[in-house]
């Protein structure tokens, strides 16, 4: 791959792909082939030049000590993190030959390709890599950590509709976030919400933390987690009984009114409240407030769906609109996820899924343990750190240990997976590849380019998955693609201009545009373009039926619902190995007084699955029964190298098969040494 070296200060437009739905244009300066400066550009006139502090950092990532900058085979204990340096072509044989080995002892499927979220680049992740995978008859894994029960609900309910972006928000009158906090992940919406609420728009914030939005909010609904589906459900209830809601738009646009009619009749406003941990006022407050104000927009976030009830509660959240006929203004219907705006098919994998086994992320540590047929023998490791970011890590670490698995972990730092692997191999950050950055708040595809020379021998994805293709034999005419074949490839396949538009400088946009308003300029992508209120398939998946309340899993033992939202210090656990301040374990003066706990003590989170030690952070931040650490978080940060996600139950949500880290229900105590 050619690069460009100069001893000359220059400036480099390119663009974040990496996990935030935002995707900022930014300008590099590049001084004698290193990054001296990382800031926004104004090509994205949505973040218009300025970006956040996670990523104004990134240069730190690419020098960073901990970066791979060479192929290395493990030579110490399984988790020590010892290495010795080889070639690449002696690592691409090796791990060639693991997988020929293990496909043809055991079949493809004792291979398991495990990649979510390191990058949202449509280069990096599913290109050569499915291409790899596909024709090795791998196992198939369901990317369900994150956005899985949401998008399950919005699919079924709306068919992916586009939803309403950034810019405006300015014309709501009432704007809704519900279990989203934009002032860490998604920072460029928080301006339009302030111009939103300049120009009288009222805000109301549905979250068990008082976040910085909740903090200026009209109303702020401290609602327990995984209550979500109880409170959305009286609010239909009260649309309902009320005369509120949108007969006619029912009618005209909607099947299944009136089961969820049905399903929410026994929410009551005290119902609710007495399972949300909020008064019924409160709740009859928030419910007036849509009921009347109009346009309304509800941003629904991803922090609802981290629980038995997140599908059903993403579904009845996606709903409220259509009940109370919110759409059909600029500024009213639902905004969520906008990645699939752009109708991307993958076309260029170019070939068919093959039917093999599908594994749930959420359960790693369950398929590298559990007697399973065939067994896991080959584990890739791409995109992703599963021992930060997946539940359950101790037997995600006790799957990684067995000595009979070999891993390969493919990525730019020494994760806490890679400190696991056999193999480790060398990936480029964003800095050094080309790709595409697709947003998925707003409606923005951008072109990202390397504007630094690739660190070591690290190499981009399609340049790595193309040699093992060949080393595997499974390579055809078309041979391997490499990184700009790849790209190229890619462009070319995009819908529409797109691709032309990008290859020319051009920002594209969709035939309906980058600001659509939902049921005028976009439609449900459903058979009969309705929206579906209880879809059926919903109904099926879910082992209760949809919209039916799964109680909280808290025990006299465990009492404390942990949550690990976003923060400001990763992107999911992107970022991670960064120095930052102590972590802490935040908790709500009256849980930390019935336990005798003063602030900066140590203390030990636990429950069955495992132990976190850290430090405690007193604040009335957070409802009381309730207890915060950040998401993301690498073992380093804490006393005893355990992180949230050792606390978090592999159970799945009601639909989605999503991963349920806020079911995670502890103890604390003092560490008594
Ligand atoms: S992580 Fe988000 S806010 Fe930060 S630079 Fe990337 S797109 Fe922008």
Redesign the pocket.
Known sequence: MRRIKSKQDRTVETA?P?D?P???SLSVTIGDGRVTNLDGSHRNPV?DGY??A??RRFGERVESPLRILHPAMRIGPKGNAAFSRTTWDEAIDLVASRMREARDTWGGESILPFSYGGSNGLVTQDTIDARLFRRLGASRLARTVCAAPTSAAAQALYGTMPSVTYHDYPHAKLIVIWGANPSVSG??LVPFIQEARKQGAKLVVVDPRVTPLARQADLHVPIAPGSDLAVALALHRHLFETGAADQAFLAAHTRGADRLRERAAEWTFERAASVAGVQPAMIGEFAELYASITPALVRCGWGLERNRNGGSAAAAILALPAVAGKFGVRGGGFAMSNSASWSINRTWIGEDEPATRIVNMNHLGRILTEEVTPPVKVLFVYNCNPVATVPHQNLIIKGLERQDLFTVVFDQVMTDTAAFADVVLPATTFLEAYDLARAYGPISLQMVQPVVDAAGESQSNPEVFGQLLTALGLDDDTGTQGELGTLIQVLDQLPGTIGDDLRNGRSPAPAFGLTPVQFVDVFPRTPDEKVDLLPEALERESRVGLYRYLPDPATARYPLALISPSSDRT?SSTLGELPRPEIALVMHPLDSHARGLEEGASVRIFNDLGEVRCTLSIEPTVRPGTVVLPKGLWRSSTINHSTATALAPDALSDIGAGACFNDSRVQVERIVS
């Open positions: 974040c990496l935030c935002d995707s900022c973040t970006i956040c996670k990523v920072i460029h992107i």
